[in-house]
T-cell receptor
Framework: RKEVEQDPGPFNVPEGATVAFNCTYS??????FFWYRQDCRKEPKLLMS???SGNEDGRFTAQLNRASQYISLLIRDSKLSDSATYLC?????????????FGTGTRLQVTL | EADIYQTPRYLVIGTGKKITLECSQT?????MYWYQQDPGMELHLIHY???????EKGDLSSESTVSRIRTEHFPLTLESARPSHTSQYLC????????????FGDGTRLSIL
């Protein structure tokens, strides 16, 4: 089982739709969580950190469920410019080190 | 906007050449990383560093080597490039601390003929 697993893509949605991505992680000791966005042939860019209480940034809402070990990202009123791959990232402390594990990503295609 | 820079952006070169991919950051971050990513595939960590004179191998075995002589600089070297090294190489940095996100450079797209 992969340490971080994401919904298989691609998600093809019309403009204005609400879309939700889920991500599960296997290490219960994981401590911090992020969503990154990666455009085709570009570098990943931090979209938002995920806090225990859930957090919102404009049209984007991230939630964390520690008991079930999953993270979600909700995009409301999707725009064409939201088309990208969304990477779930989990940070786990392993003794003296911390390790950031990236999911394989879920591709979103927003269409007219 | 993160201040982390990679050069060159693109490199097409013949087999057997020695290559150094440069990565510099001006944020004073202690931690730096190198990832390898093929088109449409996931990121694979190949090297990381916690600070000057610290280098560790990542999850994916790589024939490349790295050095960290200065905090801001984390170059990656391939002694003898082969076509199997063709990929995109992404450098990242972060502050120390388990809850710090990584900031990525633009990447170097390497093609070995």
């Amino acid at each position: 089982r992969k340490e971080v697993e994401q919904d298989p893509g691609p998600f093809n949605v019309p403009e204005g739709a609400t879309v939700a991505f889920n991500c599960t992680y296997s290490n219960s000791a994981s401590q911090s969580f992020f969503w990154y966005r990666q455009d085709c042939r570009k570098e990943p860019k931090l979209l938002m950190s995920v806090y225990s209480s859930g957090n919102e940034d404009g049209r984007f809402t991230a939630q964390l469920n520690r008991a079930s070990q999953y993270i979600s990202l909700l995009i409301r009123d999707s725009k064409l410019s939201d088309s990208a791959t969304y990477l779930c990232v989990v940070n786990s402390n392993t003794g003296t080190a911390s390790k950031l594990t990236f999911g394989t990503g879920t591709r979103l295609q927003v269409t007219l | 906007e993160a201040d982390i820079y990679q050069t060159p952006r693109y490199l097409v070169i013949g087999t057997g050449k020695k290559i150094t991919l440069e990565c510099s950051q001006t944020m004073g971050h202690d931690k730096m990383y190198w990832y390898q990513q093929d088109p449409g595939m996931e990121l694979h960590l190949i090297h990381y560093s916690y600070g000057v004179n610290s280098t560790e191998k990542g999850d994916l075995s790589s024939e490349s080597t790295v050095s960290r002589i200065r905090t801001e600089h984390f170059p990656l070297t391939l002694e003898s490039a082969r076509p199997s090294h063709t990929s995109q190489y992404l450098c990242a940095s972060s502050e120390l601390g388990g809850d710090q996100p990584q900031h990525f450079g633009d990447g170097t797209r390497l093609s070995i003929l």
